[in-house]
């Protein structure tokens, strides 16, 4: 469901973006450091929006990398840990092995085996 909501508001942004950028077909005058140039307003609000989402869009792929990173260092101080095991697998199968026998063990699961239903 988030990512619908995520690619309807992109839609709307391009929309609006594109809407803004049709009605400005004027052209301006763009200064740069050491150079000045004209180009159609359009353009510069389509290279502005372009150039703005790949910033952004390549801030969270090294966000996401950085963050995969960090999980496979933490994910290998873990212990009994060793590489291309599920952690929690195993540490899961071996609660339910033992909670298990446990139960078999006892006649009245969840009784202390001192309690006596009859005194």
Same mark, same amino acid.
């Given at each position: 469901?988030?990512?619908?909501? #995520?690619?309807?508001?992109?839609? *709307? &942004? !391009?929309?609006?973006?594109?809407? !803004?950028?049709?009605?400005?077909? /004027? @052209?301006?005058? *763009?200064? &740069?450091? &050491? #150079?000045?140039? #004209?180009?159609? +307003?359009?353009? *510069?609000?389509? &290279?502005? #929006?372009? =150039?703005?989402? =790949?910033?952004?869009?390549?801030?969270?792929?090294?966000?996401?990398? %950085? =963050?995969?990173?960090?999980?496979?260092?933490?994910?290998?101080? +873990? @212990?009994?840990?060793? @590489?291309? %095991?599920?952690?929690?697998?195993?540490?899961? %199968?071996?609660?339910?092995?033992?909670?298990?026998?446990?139960?078999?063990? /006892?006649? +009245? @699961?969840?009784?202390?085996?001192?309690?006596? !239903? +009859?005194?």
């Amino acid at each position: 469901m988030k990512v619908q909501w #995520t690619l309807a508001g992109a839609l *709307v &942004f !391009f929309v609006i973006t594109a809407i !803004f950028a049709v009605i400005n077909m /004027d @052209p301006v005058q *763009v200064n &740069f450091l &050491f #150079t000045k140039t #004209t180009a159609p +307003l359009i353009l *510069v609000i389509v &290279f502005s #929006t372009v =150039l703005g989402g =790949l910033m952004v869009g390549s801030y969270g792929i090294y966000r996401q990398y %950085k =963050l995969q990173k960090k999980i496979r260092i933490l994910e290998q101080q +873990l @212990p009994g840990s060793y @590489p291309g %095991k599920d952690k929690n697998e195993h540490h899961t %199968k071996q609660n339910i092995s033992s909670r298990s026998k446990e139960i078999a063990s /006892d006649p +009245l @699961p969840g009784s202390n085996k001192n309690d006596s !239903f +009859l005194e």
